[in-house]
């Protein structure tokens, strides 16, 4: 008996999730998409907070910015939870690769006793700012709106607390577990440490998420990274000898170049949504980042001595200017 094989092309009924279509048309969706896209709890809440009655337990008023759809916050990474996850396995990969090398080579015991005293009198006490990061980023995943930006915010509060993590490791190789001790003595004391303590606190009190957003990650990572990391790590510690403290705080390098972009993204279209919403940021961004400024100043004298005010005002403008480009000009 013949048998006639053909191919036959069936047409599935859906393409895709209801709402995904709704919001991007009848087409398949990325995985992005499905785990981002209108999600949020906003029906059949069951409770109101019983510390604010007055607030829906997702409350888009809690915050002076106002957007027509929150999901417009989107990631530029795209990272869900499988992204996001392998990005930051590869990276952890390296990191350890790095220690592992620095360890096992010597390469601690090779830096000047000026260079070791001054990594550690600049880097180790900054895992307490770390760890302020992290709060300050669980709370906006907590009281913010749109899961494209919650997850995202949580998924930074994740990197600080590793970034902290890597700064212990950083204390205990060049200083043992002594190192860790008086870094938080000095956190705790040291007049220098403190306009930068008293930012950090000043923020765990803040209630408005998206001030938050911009205090932490905008104004205060905008200028902490690039002049700690890149004008005093790479640009004077490694000329004078150091370079394995650049190959231990690579990761903090790295993250930075990465993250920003998102940050600039928020930034960029939470701004563009209204002029009301500009002059807000506008705002925010000239009181925090002035206030990070004063507070970094005496953490750069550490390394940098004289240079340190010349040094931090070509950050500030470094900074000005990447706000500029995000739409907010300061």
């Known amino acids: 008996m013949p048998i006639d094989l053909r191919m036959v092309t069936i047409e599935p009924q859906r393409q895709t999730f209801d709402h995904l279509a709704h919001r991007f048309g009848d087409k398949p969706a990325s995985r992005y998409q499905e785990g981002s896209y209108d999600i949020q709890a906003a029906e059949n809440l069951h409770y109101l907070p019983t510390w604010d009655p007055d607030q829906k337990l997702y409350d888009t008023s809690i915050t002076r910015i106002v957007m027509e759809d929150w999901y417009a916050l989107k990631d530029p990474r795209q990272f869900y939870y499988s992204t996001y996850t392998?990005?930051?396995?590869?990276?952890?990969?390296?990191?350890?690769?790095?220690?592992?090398?620095v360890e096992t080579r010597g390469l601690a015991d090779m830096l000047p006793d000026d260079l070791r005293a001054t990594a550690l009198r600049v880097l180790v006490?900054?895992?307490?700012?770390?760890?302020?990061?992290?709060?300050?980023?669980?709370?906006?995943?907590?009281?913010?709106?749109?899961?494209?930006?919650?997850?995202?915010?949580?998924?930074h509060a994740m990197?600080?607390?590793?970034?902290?993590?890597?700064?212990?490791?950083?204390?205990?190789?060049?200083?043992?577990?002594?190192?860790?001790?008086?870094?938080?003595?000095?956190?705790?004391?040291?007049?220098?440490?403190?306009?930068?303590?008293?930012?950090?606190?000043?923020?765990?009190?803040?209630r408005d998420p998206m001030e938050l957003f911009v205090a932490q990650n905008v104004a205060l990572d905008g200028l902490l990274y690039p002049l700690v990391y890149e004008r005093i790590v790479d640009n004077d510690l490694s000329v004078r000898g150091g370079s394995a403290v650049a190959m231990l705080t690579q990761f903090m390098s790295d993250w930075f170049d990465e993250t920003r972009k998102w940050t600039d993204a928020v930034l960029k279209t939470a701004a563009a949504e209204s002029e009301s919403n500009r002059a807000v940021l506008q705002e925010w961004i000239r009181a925090w980042s002035g206030r990070a400024a004063s507070a970094l100043l005496p953490v750069a004298a550490f390394a940098l001595g004289a240079q340190a005010g010349e040094a931090l005002e070509e950050q500030v403008a470094a900074f000005k200017l990447r706000a500029e480009k995000a739409g907010v000009a300061i």
Request: aromatic share 12%; with cysteine.
């Open 159 to 206: 990197d600080n607390l590793g970034i902290a993590q890597y700064l212990s490791r950083l204390g205990l190789l060049l200083g043992d577990a002594e190192a860790l001790d008086t870094a938080k003595d000095a956190w705790l004391h040291d007049a220098a440490w403190q306009p930068l303590r008293r930012y950090v606190e000043d923020c765990l009190v803040l």
């Open 86 to 101: 392998l990005t930051r396995a590869r990276q952890q990969e390296t990191a350890e690769a790095n220690f592992s090398f």
């Open 125 to 155: 006490p900054l895992r307490h700012a770390a760890w302020g990061a992290n709060q300050h980023n669980s709370f906006i995943c907590g009281y913010g709106y749109g899961v494209t930006l919650t997850q995202a915010c949580m998924y």
